[in-house]
Every structure is written in structure tokens, then in C-alpha cells.
């Protein structure tokens, strides 16, 4: 990724934010309606889809707002975009400002990904029917007892790995990758990294994936077109047989007969009625981003789960222009990156494989040293470039490692890890009053220990000869930011708002910073099936 591209990347994402906060002209063609409903869940990911499920099953007619879009998909699909050709699939519409109504700049559409320009930080999230699920590539790791302790003490670990961690592998079906398959060429990258690992002296296991490996061997035998075996799933897994979101817990959700989601329906704001109700303003969109109705749901029951970053705006906004008044003061604090790391491991010695088979297989735990921060390293597949583009025209915060590879050294030499842990370094959000905003502010050196402790254990690995390139120092990532409405300050255990009676808030924004040295997904899933059995328990027929 060369300067250039960075710059005209951070350029754009600057006059974006900024052209964001121009007001649209009303536009008295746009109808306005009202309606009233039991229970509105806010996002479709790992919080909204089991908050949906739970509740669907309990009875509850609930209806989920999802801003993006459904991505169906199944043997040989294009549903996704591919990650090294630049797509109006990739960004979501809010990357564009808009005027009178309207997004203008490069084909606005309701795409994946939003890339969330923060002070020292950008943190990508995502947009669709499944949340992340749909593109996070798949790791679900179960913390030990004594880091899940250190992050969640008010929570009974036993019952949590005695009923809800289970109850979410089994959901999500998951399974390792079978030996058949790694032992393919197509995973000779993933076979060095394992190798490379053991004679480090390090901790070598498979990581349990929410995927039916059955369809990467369908693909090594030509009965598919590749996806998983030349690692273009990093946006999406196009030939199906991922166990996201929208085919486990949404799927099952409809079923019960009791749920609605509504796609392509943006929320801009929410309030609490002189009567205690909650007040949803929503934007019903077209897949350009054009608003065709403007609605305004009144619900006695508001669950929060629009991502950590979304979730977060909507709370400090309603916050700072008193749109809901007593919030606790600890609203917008304790904003973690879980210490992401992405780097290009390049050796001009080794052969990772001209494809390479994804999306990912073993990892490297430290989990269990005192003198060492917590954290886990893994090797992820690069994608492969598309002939005839100039893949580095992909934006930087996307893919940084694609595009790094994309513009210095063949991809055959290369591969990506990736690393997170138990990080340090908190930010926060903040109102602008200026342009009615809310925005991020990331500390500098935030993660350093844990960061510094990721890259000596990943110089290690990848041995002498090897060149390490940190996109972090390049563009400072992170695809799993956490916190903004904190368990224990903001919310109690099962994620009511304190003083706040029918708000929840069930999603990201409720870990504290960090989720245990392991990727959120399972311990989010985990948190909510947890707090979602109480709420059945306690809060039907009273609160909801």
C-alpha cells in the first residue's frame, strides 16, 4: 500500500465524516409514519440475532431493524465482492456525505463495511442481516476461567461454560478443519505457520470455525468454484456453508413466527417519551441510501445491539441533547480494540502457496504466563489478486494486509497474521455540538504492552530471514471495537441500562474493552444467551 493510496484513503474517509455532518433539506415527498410494536431490536448480529431468537421463542412478536441489507447466498454465488477488486459492495452508503437527501460520491450502496474515522483510530463495522458474522472470519475461542474473570467478575463462569458457551458452539455447528483439507497444497501456508509455531516453542492448536469444511473439500475436488480454498472469503464466504448469523439464529428467529426483521432500515436516533416509552427514528432506504419513508416506532422495550460503535453514537447523542435524560455517567467510556494487530509476514526463502486456503485454521494461545499480557495469535489467508486490477486501489482500512502485499512483494511470499489480546488502552466517544456528531477518541501508544508482546511473539515465529510488516503502523485498524456502555458501569449483567427501565444494551458496547484475549463473537454470543435467559425469566409480563 503506498503513500499515495493511504493518503487519497484517509482523504476521502476525512471529507466523508465531514460531509456526513452537512444538513439534508427536507424533503416533503418522503411520507412519514407511526407505528407502535412490543419490542424493537436494533442490529441483526451476534446481540440482535440471539435477542430476537430468545424472545421469538418465548412468545414475544419483536421487530429487528438492520441498516444493511440480506446477503443470500449458496454454491457458486457472487453474492459477496471479492476482497482485492474495488466494489460499490464493499462500503456501506455512509461513507458518502449527502445532500438534500441524497448520497453523492462513487455509487453509493448499502455495502459491508463502514469504516468509522476516529481520533488514532479507524474501527470498521459492519452492516448487513447477520452483523460481522457475515464477514468476520469465523475464529470461536472459549476463554479460560481466569481471563474471563478479569473481565467479567460479576458473572458465574461455571454456568457459563457449563450451559452458554456450549449452547453457542452448538449453534453455530463448529468444527475444525479436517486433516484432508490441510493437508492440500492449497494450505501449505497454514501447514508453515503450524510448523513455524511448534519450533518457536509455542502453543499450536486448531481453531474451532462456524463452517461446513465439507464445501472447501467440495471445492478441491471442482465441484465449486474456489472460495475457501484460495481465502476469498475475507468479505463474505460466497459458496455458502458459514454458519453466520443470518442462517442460525435470524433463520430460526423467523421461524418462531414471532420476529420481523425489516433490512435497509437506518436508525438515526432514539428517545424516551414523557411516558416512559421508547421513541425510534428510522430511515426506511432503497440500497443507494436514498431515504424513501422516514419512521418513527414507538416501543416499550429497546434493545440496543447496533454494533459497539453504532450503538455507542446513538446512546451519547441521546445523551448530550438530553433526548434521554439520567443515562449514567459512564455512557461513551471504556471504548477498547481488543490490542488488534495485522501483519504481512513476507520471507523471500519460503513458498506460502499460490493460493492460499482460508479462512483460518490453527492459532497460538498465551493464555497462561503472569509475567505476559494474554494474547493469541493466528495465520490468515491473503486473498488472491485479481488479474487485470490494481488491487491496492481497495481502501486501506479494509483489507490493509491485502493491499500492503498487493503493492510490494509477490503473494506467493506472503501471508497475514493476525493478533489480539488482553489489551491496556481505552478511548471514548464524544458529542460534537458543533456538527451534532458523535465521535471517537483513541489514546496515542493505547495497546502498547500488548501490541509490543503480539510482535515479539510473531518475530519470533516467523525466524530469521522473514520481514514483518505491521499495517497498524501504517493505518491503525481495529475490526472488533468494544465497550462505550460498559457491563457494570452503564448496564447491569444482563445488559438493562442502569436507571433506564425497558433499555438494553446487548452487543459489543457491553464487553468492557476487551473480551479475554480471544475475538468477541463467542463471548458476545455467550453474554447474551446468558442475559437473555434471565430476561425471559424475569422481565416478561413486567418490563416487556
Known amino acids: ?44 448480529g451476534f446481540g440482535g440475532g440471539v435477542s430476537a431468537l430468545r424472545l421469538g421463542q418465548a412468545g414475544i412478536k419483536v421487530l429487528v431493524l438492520e441498516r444493511g441489507r440480506w446477503w443470500k447466498t449458496g454454491p457458486n454465488a457472487e453474492t459477496f465482492p471479492h476482497a482485492t477488486t474495488l466494489d460499490k459492495r464493499d462500503l456501506f452508503y455512509t461513507a458518502w456525505p449527502e445532500i438534500n437527501g441524497k448520497r453523492v460520491g462513487w455509487n453509493p450502496y448499502a455495502g459491508l ?33 481466569s481471563l474471563f474473570k478479569a473481565c467479567f467478575p460479576q458473572i458465574d463462569y461455571e454456568e457459563m461454560a457449563k450451559v452458554f458457551y456450549p449452547r453457542v458452539a452448538q449453534m453455530l455447528q463448529l468444527q475444525t478443519a ?32 462456524p463452517i461446513d469444511w465439507n464445501y472447501a473439500l467440495a471445492e478441491l475436488r471442482g465441484e465449486m468454484k474456489p472460495s475457501y480454498t484460495n481465502g ?36 438515526t436516533s432514539i428517545a424516551r417519551t414523557r411516558q416512559g416509552a421508547w421513541t425510534i427514528n428510522v430511515d426506511r432506504t432503497d440500497e443507494a441510501g436514498t431515504v424513501l419513508e422516514r419512521k418513527v416506532i414507538t416501543a416499550k422495550s429497546l434493545i440496543l445491539s447496533a454494533g459497539t460503535i453504532n450503538t455507542s453514537k446513538l446512546l451519547v447523542r441521546a445523551k448530550a441533547r438530553g433526548d434521554i435524560t439520567g443515562l449514567p455517567d459512564g455512557v461513551g467510556q471504556g471504548y477498547g480494540t481488543n490490542a488488534d494487530q495485522i501483519y504481512v509476514w513476507s520471507n523471500d526463502n519460503e513458498d506460502f502457496g499460490t493460493a492460499q486456503g482460508g479462512p483460518v485454521v490453527y492459532g497460538s494461545k498465551e493464555w497462561n504466563d503472569p509475567s505476559q499480557p494474554a494474547n493469541t495469535v493466528i495465520q490468515a489467508s491473503l486473498p488472491p489478486s485479481s488479474k487485470g486490477s490494481d488491487s491496492s486501489a481497495m481502501p486501506s482500512a479494509l483489507l490493509p494486509a491485502a493491499n500492503a502485499v498487493a503493492s510490494t512483494t509477490s503473494s506467493t511470499k506472503s501471508t497475514m497474521l493476525v493478533g489480539y489480546g488482553m489489551s491496556e488502552g481505552r478511548g471514548k466517544f464524544v458529542y460534537n455540538w458543533l456538527t451534532d456528531k458523535v465521535e471517537l477518541k483513541w489514546p496515542s501508544g493505547g495497546d502498547a504492552k500488548t501490541n509490543q508482546r503480539i510482535k515479539e511473539r510473531l518475530t519470533k515465529i516467523a525466524g530469521p530471514g522473514a520481514k514483518l510488516l505491521n499495517t497498524n503502523d501504517l493505518v491503525n485498524t ?54 437473555l435467559d434471565r430476561i425471559v425469566q424475569n422481565d416478561i409480563g413486567t418490563i416487556i
Open 1 to 44: 500500500m503506498d503513500g499515495l493510496n493511504r493518503r487519497k484513503f484517509l482523504g476521502g474517509a476525512a471529507a466523508a465524516v465531514a460531509g456526513a455532518s452537512l444538513p439534508g433539506t427536507a424533503n416533503a415527498a418522503i411520507p412519514v409514519t407511526t407505528s407502535q410494536e412490543r419490542v424493537v431490536v436494533i442490529g441483526s
Open 113 to 145: 463495511l463502514e469504516p468509522f474515522v476516529g481520533q488514532g483510530i479507524i474501527a470498521v463495522t459492519p452492516a448487513g442481516v447477520g452483523g460481522g458474522s457475515l464477514m468476520y472470519q469465523g475464529m470461536t475461542l472459549q476463554p479460560t476461567e
Open 178 to 209: 479436517p486433516d484432508a483439507l490441510v493437508s492440500s497444497p492449497n494450505y501449505q501456508a497454514a501447514r508453515l505457520f503450524a510448523t513455524k509455531v511448534q519450533a518457536a516453542g509455542y502453543d499450536l492448536q486448531k481453531i474451532p470455525m
Open 232 to 267: 476469498d472469503c475475507a468479505l463474505g464466504v460466497n459458496n455458502g456453508g458459514k454458519h453466520s448469523v443470518d442462517v442460525t439464529y435470524i433463520e430460526q428467529a423467523l421461524a418462531t413466527g414471532n420476529v420481523t426483521v425489516a433490512a435497509l432500515h437506518h436508525v
Open 478 to 531: 481495529t475490526w472488533h471495537s468494544l465497550g462505550g456502555a460498559c457491563i457494570g458501569v452503564v448496564c447491569d449483567q444482563e445488559g438493562r441500562v442502569k436507571g433506564q427501565r425497558g433499555l438494553y444494551v446487548l452487543d459489543g458496547a457491553l464487553m468492557p474493552g476487551a473480551t479475554c484475549a480471544c475475538n468477541p463473537s463467542m463471548t458476545i454470543a455467550a453474554v447474551v444467551e446468558r442475559a
